[in-house]
């Protein structure tokens, strides 16, 4: 992270957050701006070098504290289904990540205003009832904990909102969080775990598989309720290798009972995939062949039934219970 220079809409200028925060990033220069798409928006900027210098920008959600969630992702059987974006972009660097294609520029921006969030979330819940959140989208929010206190608040939030499910997912390590507040059954944490090979090829910044299984292991033993995301599953041609060495690997360190699964193998929607691409973006992921089913990149359809049946399996033979799958 780039910090020597923050963006800083004029309108929180003097909110407690903005100096919270500001204290934590200790920045050499605040260029105050009007709106943050200001930044993130900037047109003929390069994506990929603007990531080596990423900035951060402080700013103020004005509206859309909520969004109706896609079948692409996650709800464990939810019907109703949302997610919000608490930050936009991340401060890790997977190459398959959608988000390369998503905003021109990789700049972090952090929303400070969280309680219109919880606000306007407790008026949905009660005009639909029963809802699931999904809060780490368009972000990886535990590695932002250490500037915001993101997921402490949501967790306290839900701890005390019973018609509320939340999930909170991460490759961070750092969760210190769950020492801060308490476990409870609608708060689901959901660590996505790669193989060690895959993460070095496509997972730059982000903690090591260890560091991970010792962030689940810690969440399992505080009692909160975890999820192990094998998505996005990678092919390679011996992928049955690596992952059956891999689920080895995790459940030796981690009871197959305590936790439950979700898999997806690698997909994207077409128009990020082609502008990932244009802005350069070279990894051997975006020269594979795929199939485009409804204006989303997929592998051919006999690879993901081939990968998604054995992995499957693999986590049956492994006595893992639970297993949603996305594709
Ligand atoms: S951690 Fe998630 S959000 Fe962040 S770059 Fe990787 S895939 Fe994208």
Redesign the pocket.
Known sequence: MFKQLVYIEKSIKNHANTIQVLDKIQPSQIVWIDHYKEVLNQTNSNWLFNKKFQKIVLAKRENEFYYKGSHHTSNLGHQHFYYNTLALN?????E????QGMYNTPHLVLFLNNNDYINATRQLIQQVGDIYMAL?Y???LP?LEKYYPYCKEWIEFANNEKNITIEI???SHQIDFIHQTQPSDNVLLSF?LSPEVIQNRY?PY?PSLEQRLKAVQNAIKKKFKVMICFDPLIYTTDYKNIYTDFFNHVFQSISAESVVASIGVFRMNHQFFKRIRKNGNRSDIYYKEYSIENKTIMYPKNIRNEMIMFVQSELQKRNIKDIFIYE
Do not use: G, I
């Open positions: 991340c401060l890790y660097h997977c398959y990540c959608y988000l780490s368009d972000t990886d590695a997912r991460t490759k996505t997972e982000t």
